[in-house]
Structure formats: C-alpha cells, structure tokens
C-alpha cells in the first residue's frame, strides 16, 4: 500500500510540473506585443535623452513611434491605447503615466491588462526565414505577407501564385545586390 502511494505521490508531481512549464511558456507570450512596443518606445527616448518624467512628451513619443511603425500586431496595439490617428479610445495616459514613474514594460502591459484585456492577447507572428524556405510550397497568402512585411511591395498585377514568387525571387535579387 505504501508503494501505491508513494508512485501515486510521484506521478502527481511529474503532472504539476508539466502544467507549470506550459504556463511558463504561455506566459513568455503574454504580453508579448505591449512589451516590445512601450520598450522600443522606451529605448527610442533614452537614445534621444527625452525627459522620460514628463506625460505630454512620453504621448508625443508613442504616436511618433505608432506613425512609423511597420508591423501589423504594433499597429493593432496602437490602435487599442489610442495611438494611431484611427483610435477609436484614448488609453494613452494609461500608458505615459507609469512610463513617466519609470515602470519597466511589463508591469505597464500588466496595468493595460486590467483596462483593455485585448491588449495582452497579441502575439507577433513567427519570423520567416526567407533563406530556407521552400516559396513554390507556400500559399499565396504566406506569399503576399512575405511582400508586404519583408519587401513593403503589394505586388500589382499579380494574378497567380507563380507571379508572386517571381516577385519575390526578384525582389530578394535586388536586396542582395545592395
């Protein structure tokens, strides 16, 4: 009986301990997108010597950093703080007020967490290897995001799947070039 025990002791502990690494991993995700962001904005204003102490100039350095910013999961972050020109809300605040008390980006998202949960719901996508991947064996939808993000190049005129790996075999021609 004893025995019994002591393997039922030990098979509860190897299914904890399982359960706890896949909630450390999700956790490494959570956030992932709003701590990138209000760290690059971080970092940005540093570099430049901006008085990080200040709410209107911290504001000011998140739409600048929300103007330029390229990725589609930052521009959707933007959009929930309202830092993109089309912001229906205006979470700004939430986000200069503790930058301005020098909080660190994670306990920032955690305190957007509490006002808007969608913002610790993105994710960035998987970063493609354009090196080692196999385009012919793409879909044409992974072919236009590799256009869009890697090239900025919307492919006009493109009416099959061999016309945008054309495009990019061309465009990857180009870039090695430079």
Same mark, same amino acid.
Request: charged residues 40%; contains cysteine.
């Given at each position: 009986?004893?025995?019994?025990?002591?393997?039922?002791?030990?098979?509860? *502990?190897?299914? *904890?301990?399982?359960?706890?690494?896949?909630? @450390?991993?999700?956790?490494?995700?959570?956030?992932?997108?709003?701590?990138?962001?209000?760290?690059?904005?971080?970092?940005?204003?540093?570099?430049?010597?901006?008085?990080?102490?200040?709410?209107?100039?911290?504001?000011?350095?998140?739409?600048?950093?929300?103007? @330029?910013?390229?990725?589609?999961?930052?521009?959707?972050?933007?959009?929930?703080?309202?830092?993109?020109?089309?912001?229906?809300?205006?979470?700004?605040?939430?986000?200069?007020?503790?930058?301005?008390?020098?909080?660190?980006?994670? *306990?920032?998202?955690?305190?957007?967490?509490?006002?808007?949960?969608?913002?610790?719901?993105?994710?960035?996508?998987?970063?493609?290897?354009?090196?080692?991947?196999?385009?012919? @064996?793409?879909?044409?939808?992974?072919?236009?995001?590799?256009?869009?993000?890697?090239?900025?190049?919307?492919?006009?005129?493109?009416?099959?799947?061999?016309?945008?790996?054309?495009?990019?075999?061309?465009?990857?021609?180009?870039?090695?070039?430079?």
């Amino acid at each position: 009986f004893v025995r019994v025990l002591a393997v039922a002791v030990v098979i509860v *502990a190897v299914v *904890a301990c399982g359960v706890d690494a896949k909630k @450390k991993k999700k956790n490494e995700k959570e956030c992932e997108v709003c701590k990138g962001a209000v760290q690059k904005i971080l970092d940005s204003m540093k570099k430049e010597k901006k008085d990080i102490t200040n709410q209107e100039t911290v504001e000011s350095e998140i739409r600048k950093f929300c103007g @330029k910013t390229k990725k589609n999961k930052e521009k959707r972050f933007c959009y929930y703080i309202g830092g993109s020109e089309d912001s229906a809300t205006g979470l700004l605040r939430e986000v200069s007020g503790p930058v301005s008390r020098y909080l660190p980006a994670d *306990a920032v998202c955690k305190k957007l967490k509490k006002k808007d949960s969608q913002i610790c719901e993105l994710e960035y996508d998987e970063e493609i290897d354009l090196s080692t991947i196999d385009l012919n @064996k793409q879909r044409v939808k992974v072919l236009r995001k590799i256009l869009n993000e890697e090239f900025d190049d919307t492919c006009k005129g493109c009416l099959e799947k061999r016309d945008y790996v054309n495009r990019i075999k061309e465009l990857m021609g180009s870039k090695d070039e430079l």
